[in-house]
Antibody, heavy 123, light 110 residues
């Protein structure tokens, strides 16, 4: 059974950094592309980033490019999102999601999701 | 990249059929067949219900169907059930090599 569990959320001041983790079970993380998607309070879903199955390439939304970095633990089954220079508008529930295909591309579809972790950026 | 446009809310009665719309541009929905729909019960993990315009993942009821015409994608739910009450989001690949979602439609089953 595929399971994704996000962690690492919390309250952080503007300009600071935070790293989110996503623990995967029931499948091999290195065989699938993986995404991060966020949802601000009262708003819709916003795609954040995707990484290929082998970590060789990643893509980002313009709103986070240059500030966020997606990565994966090659030895284990964990996905990460390093978030730097955080802003109030980054406040959201962050979901990790598995790509339907190994490639890991913005063209693909997200067939399994976690339940999310809340990040609040506030002074 | 602007979010796709979805009506904020739609309602229907059990047994009815309803159609949710999702409007984009030629740079997203109109230019590609990488269109998807997700069902989200608040507090739970979102679920993929339609991919590549009209395909259903394994285990998804055939009461859900998808289509596209021009810059607008549609999700039809037939034989509406109370458990269908949820938020629905459309998604599309874009010419900017990103994925964009709609603002979501809250479906109420009266």
């Amino acid at each position: 059974q595929v399971q994704l569990v996000e962690s690492g959320g919390g309250v952080v001041q503007p300009g600071r950094s935070l790293r989110l983790s996503c623990a995967a079970s029931g499948f091999t993380l290195s065989s699938y592309g993986m995404h991060w998607v966020r949802q601000a309070p009262g708003k819709g879903l916003e795609w954040v980033s995707v990484i290929r199955y082998d970590g060789s390439k990643s893509y980002y939304a313009d709103s986070v490019k240059g500030r966020f970095t997606i990565s994966r633990d090659k030895a284990g089954n964990t996905l990460y999102l390093q978030m730097n220079s955080l802003r109030a508008e980054d406040t959201a529930v962050y979901y990790c999601a598995r790509d339907m295909r190994p490639y890991g591309d913005p063209r693909d579809y997200l067939d399994h999701w976690g339940q999310g972790t809340l990040v609040t950026v506030s002074s | 990249q602007s979010a796709l446009t979805q009506p904020a809310s739609v309602s229907g009665s059990p047994g009815q059929s309803i159609t949710l719309s999702c409007t984009g541009t030629s740079s997203d929905i109109g230019g590609y067949n990488q269109v998807s729909w997700y069902q989200h019960h608040p507090g739970k993990a979102p679920k993929l219900i339609i991919y590549e315009v009209g395909n259903r993942p394994s285990g998804i009821s055939n009461r859900f169907s998808g289509s596209k015409s021009g810059n607008t994608a549609s999700l039809t739910i037939s034989g509406l059930q109370t458990e269908d009450e949820a938020d629905y989001y459309c998604g599309s690949y874009t010419s900017g090599n990103t994925l964009v979602f709609g603002g979501g439609t809250k479906l109420t089953v009266l």
